[in-house]
């Protein structure tokens, strides 16, 4: 079964699907969060992050790139103890990691978005190749669910799926190779 079989009506993978998933993002906390959550989902189901999310905003003071960039000690040892996130040493430390590159990437580019701009077009296999080089804790599904989910690479939502049409008037960047 595909997530457009099972996520319509879930009060967690519902509004995710229909309002989210696959559509194309701009924005570059939005990008940073969907990234963020991308990697802690590893070895865990998305429902898991999903329930967390609200609490992972509010960890990551709303993913702003830059807050999370300055972090140090005292902000590690916080995320390390909130017990409403996802407390692996490993994926806190990329996270913080992750926005000192995309921190660049922006300075360089003007925005991560850019920056994927600039990428596209990419298949999968090396987008995954950019992305272990980029940036920390990351790997085929990491990357490729976090393409998906923002609109760089295709297959979010069934062909058959409502949403996958109204995300084509979205005009995905994957849409327009």
């Given amino acids: 079964m595909s997530y457009c079989d099972i996520a319509p009506g879930h009060p967690f993978h519902g509004p995710y699907h229909d309002t989210e998933y696959g559509f194309p993002v701009r924005d570059d906390a939005v990008l940073f969060e969907r990234f963020v959550l991308e990697i802690n989902q590893a070895g865990l189901s998305w429902l898991t992050v999903l329930k967390k999310r609200k609490a992972f905003l509010d960890a990551f003071e709303g993913f702003d790139v830059g807050t999370v960039a300055r972090y140090g000690e005292p902000e590690r040892t916080r995320l390390l103890s909130d017990a409403g996130i996802i407390r692996n040493r490993l994926k806190i430390d990329a996270a913080i990691h992750n926005a000192r590159v995309i921190e660049e990437l922006i300075a360089e580019h003007g925005s991560f978005a850019a920056w994927l701009d600039r990428q596209h077009p990419l298949p999968k296999d090396d ?35 409502p949403v996958y049409r109204e995300i084509l008037t979205k005009r995905p960047a994957w849409s327009t190779v």
Avoid at 130 to 150: A, D, P, Q, V
């Fill in 127 to 161: 987008w995954v190749k950019l992305f272990r080089k980029t940036f920390r804790f990351t790997g085929g599904e990491i990357t490729g669910e976090f393409l998906m989910s923002t609109g760089y690479l295709p297959g979010a939502h069934d062909e058959s799926c």
